[in-house]
């Protein structure tokens, strides 16, 4: 189970949010322009009116685009804070106003926010602690999925993940931040039929340590 308020799927209207505050999120001053703006038309749509697809595959080994149901799930995103192939390293988390808006954006649509990184557990306060910091999660109520024992992997927290949110999209630097199985291809072109979901729920950014401050 993960840890966190467990949020529970609402029936009901949705918070409105401010036309100015929208366009805020989706200015061309954050890489993560596209990821705010496709997390923020999908939360907003009602999952009754279409039922809403997952940015995790439903089967990885069939290398096919096919994503899980997630309907009757709360909507929640993913951004993975490690550089390729290394952990993230807490202090060079930098400010990103942009993100910064749109996540509040998020959080006012009933959308939570989780953040995934290789760094151990031991190492949530100081993440955490700079998170607030840089505004990104200003109030601290984001969900840390962080390394809990040997052996962990990130694939196993983004399945956890999916089975208790509907997790509508991710930002990560390379395509093994949306699933495992990249890291094992012999032939990356044997995935090939995966890049429709580029842009479309999976979304390569620049990782937060690589936005600098001015």
């Known amino acids: ?19 100015d505050r929208a366009a805020a999120a989706t200015a061309p001053a954050t890489p993560y322009r596209g990821f705010l703006s496709y997390a923020l038309a999908e939360t907003a749509r009602h999952p009754t009116d279409e039922r809403r697809r997952s ?19 709360p909507p929640a995103v993913l951004i993975d804070l490690d ?12 400010p990103d106003p942009a993100l910064a808006d749109g996540l509040a954006d998020l959080r006012a649509q009933d959308t939570a ?25 200003p109030a601290g109520r984001d969900i840390l999925l962080l390394m ?32 495992e199985l990249y890291s094992y291809l012999r032939d990356p072109a044997a995935a090939s039929a995966l890049e ?15 936005t600098k401050e001015d």
Do not use: Y
Not at 1 to 10: K, S, T, V
Not at 55 to 70: K, R
Not at 83 to 94: C, F, L, M, R, W
Not at 152 to 170: G, N, T, V
């Open 196 to 210: 429709v979901l580029i842009d479309r729920g999976w979304f390569l950014v620049p990782t937060p340590p690589e």
């Open 55 to 73: 940015a995790v595959l439903a089967d990885p080994g069939s290398l096919q685009p096919a994503t899980t149901d997630c309907a009757i799930l």
């Open 113 to 137: 926010v989780f953040w995934i990184s290789r760094l151990s557990a031991a190492d949530a306060g100081t993440l955490r602690r700079r998170l607030v910091e840089t505004g990104l999660d």
């Open 1 to 19: 189970m993960i840890g966190g308020p467990e949020r529970q799927a609402r029936a009901g209207a949705r918070t409105v949010v401010p036309a």
């Open 83 to 94: 550089p390729a192939g290394e952990a993230a390293q807490v202090d060079a988390i930098a």
């Open 148 to 179: 809990r024992r040997a052996g962990d992997r990130k694939q196993l927290r983004r399945e956890e993940l999916a089975r208790s949110h509907c997790l509508l999209a991710i930002a990560g630097d390379e395509r093994a931040d949306f699933d």
